[in-house]
């Protein structure tokens, strides 16, 4: 069973960058696909990057071009690198695992991150 924590956060000025981590443990996240998740108040959790254990990736229209989701078998960690922020970026980022190659997959969380970008 695998335990995510989130780490990177904080506050950013419009256009600025961060790159948030999502370090695993208990598990190897070479064997999950794995996604970025984000919640701003009042509005339900979408997908922001997803990242299949083939690395094919996926990313949500509003953030194409600007995020960029990657994976680092040897840390057990997955990023997500923020360019060009904006201000409707901010929320709080999720980290989720899933492990597919079971007959009834699951999903894992992380804590979350807070995510400002404000001037």
């Known amino acids: 069973q695998v335990q995510l924590v989130e780490s990177g956060g904080g506050l950013v000025q419009p256009g600025g960058s961060l790159r948030l981590s999502c370090a695993a443990s208990?598990?190897?996240?070479?064997?999950?696909?794995m996604g970025w998740y984000r919640q701003a108040p009042g509005k339900q959790r979408e997908l922001v990057a997803g990242?299949?254990?083939?690395?094919?990736?996926n990313y949500a229209d509003s953030v194409k071009g600007r995020f960029t989701i990657s994976r680092d078998n040897a840390k057990n960690t997955v990023y997500l690198q923020m360019n060009s922020l904006k201000p409707e970026d901010t929320a709080v980022y999720y980290c989720k695992a899933r492990n597919e190659l079971v007959l009834r997959p699951r999903d894992y969380w992380g804590q979350g991150t807070q995510v400002t970008v404000s001037s």
């Open positions: 990242i299949s254990t083939s690395d094919s990736t």
């Open positions: 208990g598990d190897a996240v070479s064997i999950y696909s």
